[in-house]
């Protein structure tokens, strides 16, 4: 019986956005006295020697390090990525200047005569490179942002008595957001404060991150979020990036400044997701049985650390997968490169490890002549299994029904041996969990969230809380929550949109956290309000982050325990056909399954399930994103391909329940985990149609071609 | 153009237009005639975001200059949800929830209404076809088509 919050109500922003009435930040802002437009630097590596500056006419600006009034570094995780490139560049693409005046003309002019004499390095494009540290030490002794070791069970002696063992590399390339509203700001000051619009997803990240460069406290720095045309974790650090050099110039300037990327520097010099290299080494008893993995997880995070450690954190956590082995060891590290910095994008990690672990378990039945199916079943995890940082699975894993009713959507057992002899079709699937929430002690520890409730004299309830409507639903399933706890109809319940002057800090919009965490405090605050209501009169109620006290306490020194509350799951199929003569492939079949709780609303859930799974395909063959010579080479939308409406049939998905008692009527979180499985699914049905395994994504038809040519 | 002046009708209302004939066209809907439900997402004639329809017909606003609207018909997202076809759109992509960013969809809507213009009863693949100029990164699609099919079916008549 589906859960009558699933039920599906029109979304309260649907109709002012269809009709355009909605403003993002360029529309609220269309004219603006001043523009600002960064000036990055040319080269990948190296020092800055000498500047020649152009004569500014009168109201024309060029702002720099010099002009920082505090430190010039920006907070993120750690403090590494400066706002004005000053002596040291990193990347193609590090801010240098911000040139500010009026006419966007005379600023491309004035953009163009700017003279950099730079002392130029090689830069550091591979791992290899990075390892290596090629001309010198760019972070710490080695070039390492993060380093994370963990494991479960013994790994020496199963590798011993192992009477075989497999090994193979998996590697993930760059992804582009390509969100469609591109960054965007606006920032002013007003007698003593600091204001600044943003299309972001984290207000209060971008109130920490000024502080350094601002000198100033953060109750004078005031964030407003504007409706934000999609974000997918491009929004989460980025816009701190952007809002240095703009907080350094209004607090010189004092004027209105607008800052908008066009689409071309945004896809050149804005943030990606990391690339990663997977190394999986798997020792098997004779029977063809799992003994141990011991897994090699490097990720390329590019110039600066940014938010690389979390990600890391969650690669890591997740490689293991939905399998239960009894002995796994993990070494994780992030490697500084000469690249844009690699940051947040959904899925966080998991996507990676997902691929590279969902390939190896394909590689392992490949190699053994087992059914990759049949051959994984022995292993999936089930309520009380321990996971790789000695955790524990707490809710009921509904993954056998889960797979029944995927086999039955897509037919999969029939299609999988009829491929076997019809040539370049295939058939394939993955299983995947996404944890919901902050790793760790994050929610408790660094987060600590807190939402307000308040309700007016016409009984009319607000909901406070610094979580961003970016396109997933939130400002509507929050109202649901609210009003179903309530008790009262949707239309009495509105949410306010975030700006850190009047919201509580309720943590940043990511990690899937929203629903889950957040709107679990939403549904407290309003269980609350209903037991004190008092029709006619004003009333506000405070709920802070209670941890839940059903996990394995987590330790950050040993990283063991609970790394999160609970899991979402899913399981994908897709079905392909490969051209045998221009090797591109083409999607036939899509299907998923998963189990995320209780779906909050089933319509705006299964629209992140469809729009995960695309761009997710996107990703696993679309989006070819190559790094060449300090640049990526598809820096426009003619070259970088996202999926369009013609590229791929229908999705079909189905929701397994499942609640959660710590996530709002039982939910978990969605947002993410529908991206986490495409990609290895797609990766398995090529590996059919072409017979061999597929070690990478995106797959290329000139990577097929070789490897159909070499007859691997 | 004679006297250097561009003029063309918006929605219906005539337009007189006295700057450089150079400029984008997309510039001057959101600039100077308010009109901010045309987005820009590219720039460059790939996205679709700033669709509007130029004579009946679907077109990216980014890629025209002014000087070549003269006596021509427009019709952006402010013209079109006035009327009783672009209410049908609006009110159908909101229920089959096809909406999320945002920022993509009026341009849809229009490119929903160029689909319908030509055939009010469109198969999937004739919307697949007629809506894959305009990127969307958030919905993966399925429930855009969804939405022109409900349009086509509870606005019968209209088109
Ligand atoms: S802005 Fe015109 S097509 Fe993208
Ligand atoms: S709804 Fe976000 S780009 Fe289409």
């Not at chain 2, 699609?141 to 079916?153: K, L, N």
Request: net charge negative.
């Amino acid at each position: 019986m589906p859960h009558s919050i699933s039920t599906s109500v029109r979304r309260k922003d649907a109709v002012a956005k269809a009709a355009g009435t909605m403003e993002y930040l360029a529309d609220q802002f269309p004219v603006s006295p001043l523009h600002g437009k960064c000036y990055y630097s040319s080269i990948s590596r190296g020092t800055i020697e000498s500047v020649s500056l152009p004569e500014l006419p009168e109201g024309y600006y060029i702002v720099g390090a010099d002009d920082i009034q505090g430190v010039n570094r920006l907070h993120m995780i750690i403090e590494d990525w400066p706002v004005f490139a000053d002596k040291e560049v990193r990347y193609l693409g590090q801010i240098i200047f911000l040139v500010v005046g009026p006419e966007k003309d005379v600023i491309l002019d004035l953009h163009k005569q700017i003279q950099i004499t730079y002392r130029e390095l090689t830069p550091c494009i591979t791992l290899e490179e990075s390892t290596a540290l090629l001309e010198g030490v760019q972070h710490g002794e080695d070039n390492v942002f993060t380093r994370y070791d963990i494991h479960h069970g013994q790994v020496e002696y199963p590798f011993e008595k192992a009477h075989r063992i497999l090994e193979k590399e998996y590697y993930t390339g760059h992804q582009e957001h390509v969100y469609m509203e591109p960054q965007s700001l606006f920032a002013h000051w007003e007698e003593d404060t600091f204001i600044l619009h943003a299309s972001a997803q984290c207000p209060f990240y971008i109130r920490k991150s000024l502080v350094n460069a601002l000198g100033m406290d953060k109750e004078k720095i005031r964030i407003i979020q504007t409706p934000t045309g999609g974000a997918f974790g491009g929004k989460e650090h980025f816009p701190d990036v952007l809002a240095g050099p703009l907080a350094v110039a209004v607090c010189k300037i004092k004027k209105p400044i607008k800052l908008v990327l066009d689409r071309k520097e945004d896809m050149a010099y804005s943030i990606k997701r990391h690339p990663s290299a997977i190394h999986i080494r798997t020792a098997l008893d004779k029977d063809g049985r799992i003994l141990a993995h011991d897994i090699d997880l490097r990720l390329d995070g590019g110039a600066f650390a940014s938010c690389s450690a979390v990600v890391l954190a969650r690669a890591v956590f997740t490689v293991g997968n939905v399998y239960n082995i009894n002995n796994i060891r993990i070494c994780g590290r992030v490697f500084c490169t000469n690249k844009p910095p690699s940051d947040a994008f959904r899925g966080f990690g998991a996507p990676q490890a997902i691929f590279a672990m969902e390939s190896h378990m394909n590689f392992l039945a490949y190699a053994l002549g087992i059914d990759p199916l049949a051959f994984r079943q022995p292993y999936l995890m089930k309520q009380g299994d321990p996971t790789s940082t000695d955790g524990k699975i707490h809710e009921e894993v509904m993954l056998p029904e889960m797979t029944r009713r995927i086999l039955e959507m897509s037919g999969y057992e029939k299609k999988y041996q009829d491929y076997k002899t019809r040539p370049n079709w295939g058939i394939g699937l993955s299983y995947f969990f996404h944890g919901s929430g902050f790793t760790g002690n994050g929610e408790r520890d660094l987060i600590k969230a807190r939402i307000y409730l308040k309700k007016n004299r016409k009984d009319q309830v607000f909901i406070y809380g610094s979580n961003v409507e970016m396109g997933q639903g939130i400002s509507t399933t929050f109202c649901k929550v609210a009003s179903k706890a309530l008790d009262i109809p949707i239309d009495q319940v509105h949410f306010v949109e975030p700006d850190t002057e009047i919201v509580p800090d309720s943590g940043p919009t990511v990690a899937s956290r929203s629903i889950s965490v957040v709107g679990f405090l939403v549904q407290k605050a309003a269980k609350r309000l209903k037991a004190e209501w008092k029709s006619g009169e004003d009333q506000s109620i405070i709920q802070d982050y209670e941890a839940p006290t059903h996990m394995v306490p987590w330790d950050q020194e040993t990283l063991t325990g609970d790394a999160y509350p609970a899991y979402s799951w899913g399981v994908n199929v897709i079905e392909v056909e490969v051209d045998p003569l221009s090797y591109e492939v083409n999607t036939k079949g899509i299907w998923g399954v998963y189990e995320m709780g209780v779906p909050i609303d089933r319509q705006i859930v299964e629209g992140q399930i469809i729009g995960g799974m695309i761009q997710a395909l996107g990703y696993s063959y679309l989006e070819k994103l190559e790094f060449s010579q300090g640049r990526f080479r598809q820096a426009t939308m003619s070259d970088y391909m996202i999926p369009t409406s013609m590229d791929f049939p229908t999705t079909q998905c189905d929701i397994v329940d499942n609640p959660f008692e710590y996530g709002a009527f039982g939910a978990k979180g969605a947002g993410e985990m529908v991206f986490d499985g495409a990609a290895p699914a797609f990766g398995a049905a090529v590996s059919q149609a072409v017979d061999t395994i597929i070690d990478e994504v995106p797959v290329l038809p000139e990577t097929l071609m070789e490897l159909t040519d070499e007859g691997r | 153009m004679k006297d250097g002046k561009i003029r063309f009708t918006l929605n219906g209302r005539d337009v007189v237009y006295e700057d450089s004939p150079l400029r984008r066209l997309l510039d001057v809907l959101r600039e100077d005639l308010g009109e901010t439900g045309v987005k820009e997402g590219c720039g460059e004639g790939e996205c679709g975001a700033c669709s509007i329809l130029l004579n009946g017909k679907l077109v990216n606003s980014c890629m025209i200059a002014m000087g070549t609207i003269h006596e021509k018909e427009l019709m952006t997202i402010e013209g079109l949800r006035e009327t009783e076809q672009g209410k049908c759109i609006i009110d159908a992509f909101a229920d089959a929830g096809a909406v999320q960013c945002g920022f993509c969809i009026p341009g849809m809507v229009m490119a929903a209404q160029s689909v319908l213009q030509d055939a009010p009863r469109p198969s999937e693949e004739e919307i697949r076809k007629g809506i894959s100029g305009n990127l969307c990164r958030c919905t993966g699609y399925d429930q855009i088509v969804q939405a022109v099919q409900m349009a086509s079916e509870k606005g019968a008549g209209l088109w």
